[in-house]
């Protein structure tokens, strides 16, 4: 596993400012600093509760990594480690909810007291916050990097803050898996959802069933980036061994992380199916089953039959002995009923029970599932498609589709998970298609567009819900599907730095919450993931249309999308004008400031771009400047898309002129007035 920085890039010069945000993400419930100074050396030591004894030695490597020296470690109560040294601690008594924590930053020591063991450890990942990233670049330079005297009170507003990943379209080997552990500990995120089954790939071992992995495990070809219904040829796969899979539970529980492992059913199988085919829906017509090489929804479904239920009950009794997590996911969603409706087996067992559509199919068995689990002593949770026909009792929801399944089943007095499309698939575009694509094929996503301000925007408890309904919400997820993820790299640059946004919806109160705010505690945050090399995309946010400083622009061409005429104007690099059709000689766009310029000035116009595939240039046009807005001064012509010159003091108008008609459209980046 690659390492991951254990620190924070914060110098004495920003903590002595007390105006500047502690740049810390989630944001902590209270943040009072006191004055002065905590100076950090490689002479810290760590004194900790027994209890404590995992945290503390985690925490141990983290200063080694940043240091090279081992830290002096000592039992509480027993002996001091120095002059200089963390203190961590539990205290139930103390005035602190259920993984809450306090942590006081004075010249002499730092305390961290936890409420239980999870307060502690989250304490201590607010700590690395504070520190620099970088022992081979910062430590040599500081020395001794300085905490400033602080004190924070600190809890979770939800108990499920959680990240899914889907390794069942591209497997993720563990390593990686761990490091995406690392990264939602930082964050204080506490819910690993695995889904580890689908119909390109079943990536668990279950020792009773080998051909899940030797069969099931492999698929002949994938879509290459580019031709969604293409094929590169490539036998592709791989799964997790049980060893494997206890080692990564064991990390994640050691970092105060729940792994809930998915195996999705009855839907979503093909793989399975392939490996089994007795599992499936055999007694209809045409039926022959494979792992899927293509992604979609696939209609190899399991068949609700009694050998299908022992064989869920077999996987399910391996899955619990290596998943200790009180819930199980069974999935349940996007299971087509085309097969259910052609089987003649289908069609006796709802006449024996009583089934009236193929709705009643799936909730009976759905049903079923949940009574193995029940038996195991799990509770079941699925995607809000179990609800059709009819939500088993004891079930929990994930609201995948909206919020509509999520309140309902609040509303009914289900638990529930929110992580709707809208908010929180994190397979969707963090910037424009157009400008992703412009990066290269291996940008391609599933489509939609979720920037991290939308994100952060979500408050995981609606509004349609009371205050007894509300608490049936257990907290909100991210999920990163695996079709456009072919590696490691893919996933972190969709993850981060989302999951930044995500973690403070999870934890802070929604009240104290700012985006501008947040924004600059980002910042730091983007410090520490590229300290760590992680290939995170760039924080994106959605355009507004105005011009920068109140500058109108008037144009005779439509624009396309959101690509308003006055982003040729705004000041962003990341943002600009993209016409609608083909140019017409004297089409134009004009800026009218507002105020005349002051002196001479220098602009310079650069138009086309990576965002259209033949560059939409400006081939023949002039740039021409006005003080009355009627007669018109030629100061440039535009070459291979360019123009620059110098406009005189006292302008009031700079107007981009189409000389000769073109083909193509047109797309203005930002003018430049110097």
Known sequence: MKPIPIILSLVASLAARASDPLPLIPLPASVELTGGTFPFTSATGIRYNPELAEEAKLLAADFKKLTGVEPAMAINKTRS??????????????????????????????RIIGNDAAGAFYGTRTLLQLLPPSSAEIWKATKNPEIPDVRITDQPRFGWRGTMLDVGRHFMPADDVKTLIDWMAFHKLNVFHWHLTEDQGWRIEIKKYPKLTSVGAYRASSPPYGDRTGSDG??????????????????????????????????????????????????????????????????????????????????????????????????????????????????????????????????????RVEKILAAKGRKLIGWDEIREGGLSPDATVMSWRGEAGGIASAKEGHDVVMTPNTHMYFDYYQAPAAQEHARGKDHEAIGGLLTIDKVYSYNPVPSDLSESEARHVLGVQANLWGE???????????????????????????????????????????????????????????????????????????????????????????????????????????????????????????????????????????????????????????EDGGAKGKIPAGTNHLRIRVTVAQSNWLIVDEIGID
């Open 234 to 367: 490539v036998r592709l796969g791989g799964f997790y061994t049980q060893g494997q899979i206890k080692e990564i539970v064991a990390y994640a529980t050691a970092r105060h992380i729940t792994i809930v492992p998915e195996i999705d059913m009855p839907g979503h199988m093909s793989a399975a199916i392939a490996a089994y085919p007795e599992l499936g829906n055999s007694d209809i017509p045409d039926y022959a089953p494979i792992v899927q090489t293509k992604w979609g929804v696939h209609p190899y479904t399991l068949a609700p039959t009694e050998e299908t239920f022992r064989f869920v009950d077999d996987v399910f009794t391996e899955l619990c002995a290596l998943f200790p997590s009180k819930y199980i996911h069974m999935g349940g969603d996007e299971a087509p009923k085309t097969q259910w409706d052609k089987s003649p087996r289908v069609r006796e067992l709802m006449k024996k029970e009583g089934l009236e559509n193929l709705h009643d199919v799936q909730s009976y068995f759905v049903k």
């Open 81 to 110: 480690t120095g002059l200089s040294e963390i203190l961590l601690d539990i205290n139930p008594k103390a005035d602190l909810p259920e993984s809450g924590y306090l942590m006081e930053v004075t010249p002499e020591a730092i």
């Open 484 to 638: 456009y993820f072919k590696d490691f790299k893919k996933v972190e640059y969709h993850a981060f730095p989302r999951l930044a946004a995500v973690a403070e919806v999870a934890w802070s109160a929604p009240e104290r919450k700012n985006y501008q705010d947040f924004l600059l505690r980002l910042d730091g945050i983007m410090k520490f993931y590229d300290a760590a090399g992680v290939a995170h995309g760039e924080v994106y946010q959605t355009p507004v249309r105005k011009t920068k400083d109140g500058t109108t622009v008037e144009t005779s061409l439509g624009a396309h999308d959101d690509h308003w005429a006055e982003l040729a104007f705004d000041g962003r690099k990341d943002t600009f004008f993209w016409a609608t059709r083909a140019l017409k000689a004297d089409d134009h766009l004009k800026l009218h400031f507002k105020a005349p310029l002051e002196k001479e000035s220098l602009v310079k116009v650069v138009t086309g771009g990576p965002a259209s595939r033949n560059g939409d240039k400006l081939d023949h046009g002039v740039l021409e400047c006005s003080s009355d807005g009627s007669s018109w001064q030629e100061i440039a012509k535009f």
